[in-house]
C-alpha cells in the first residue's frame, strides 16, 4: 500500500458523518482540508446516506460547523433516489422517513393503501411491528421496495445506533423481494456522483470511514479509495472485510498531504 497517490486523482467523493463532522462537531482540521483542496481547484462531491435532513437542512447543519460545502456538491441517498424515481415517470409511493426530508420527495403523489414504491430512509426509533406489516402488505400487494440505503449502523457522540440496513433485511426476508438499494455502497450510486463531477472513474478517490460502503462500493466501480480512522473506523472490521484500501489516513486533516 502506497501512503500517497501521485498525479493521477482529479477529483473526490467524500463522505460527511464520520468523515468531516461527528454528530455535531467538525473533526479536528477538517475545515482547514477542505480549503486547502479548494485552493488547488479539486472538485468535490459529498457522498452522504445521511437521511434524517432534508438538502437544506443538511447544508444549514454544515454552514453551522463552518465546513464550506455548498448544495451542487451535496450528492447524497436522497438526491440519487429522486432522481431513480423520476425515471419511473411520476409514481406514488409510502415515505418511511421523518418530515423533515419528505419536502424533497413532494413532487411524487403519496399513498397509504396502493404506492408503486415503498420508500425507505431512517425513521429514528419509530419502527415497531405495526408499521413493519403494514409494508410487508403494501409489497406483498405489489409495492416496490426501495431503500435509501442499507447502512449496518453509524456513529453519533454516545457511540454506535443500528442504522435502517436492520430493517431493510428484514422486509427482504419475509417478502422475499430484494430491495433496490440506492444509496452507498450501489454501483448506480457512484456511477451518477462521478458522472457529477465529469471525470473518469480512474481520476477520482472516495474518502470514507465505512470499509464496506465507501470503500469497497467505491473500489467495485474502480474508484481508488482513502479510508480515514474516524467515525465508525474499527481495527477488527477492516481486517475481517476482505477490503483493502488504497490509502489510511488518521483523518481528512491528513488527506491534502496525500494528494498531489
Known sequence: MSNRFHGSIAGLLCDLDGVLYVGNEPIEGAVSALELLRKRNIPIRFCTNTTVLSDNSLLKKLHRMGLPIEKDELFGAIRATVAFLKKHGNPSCHLLLTDD?????????????????????????????????????????????????????????????????????????????????????????FEMAVADLGLAPDRVAMVGDDINSDIGGAQVFGLKTVLVRTGKYRDDLVASSGITPDLVIDSIANLPEVID
Not at 413532494?106 to 425513521?123: L, N
Not at 435509501?148 to 443500528?162: A, S, V
Request: hydrophobic share 40%.
Open 101 to 189: 426530508p419528505k419536502q424533497d420527495f413532494s413532487q411524487f403523489p403519496q399513498s397509504d393503501t396502493s404506492p408503486q414504491f415503498v420508500v425507505v430512509g431512517d425513521m429514528g426509533k419509530v419502527w415497531d411491528y405495526r408499521m413493519m406489516q403494514h409494508i410487508f402488505e403494501l409489497i406483498m400487494n405489489g409495492a416496490e421496495l426501495v431503500a435509501l440505503h442499507k447502512g449496518r449502523y453509524w456513529r453519533t457522540e454516545t457511540g454506535l445506533r443500528i442504522d435502517i440496513g436492520a430493517f431493510v433485511a428484514g422486509l427482504e426476508y419475509v417478502t422475499g423481494r430484494e430491495a433496490t438499494i440506492v444509496g452507498k455502497p450501489s454501483r448506480s450510486f
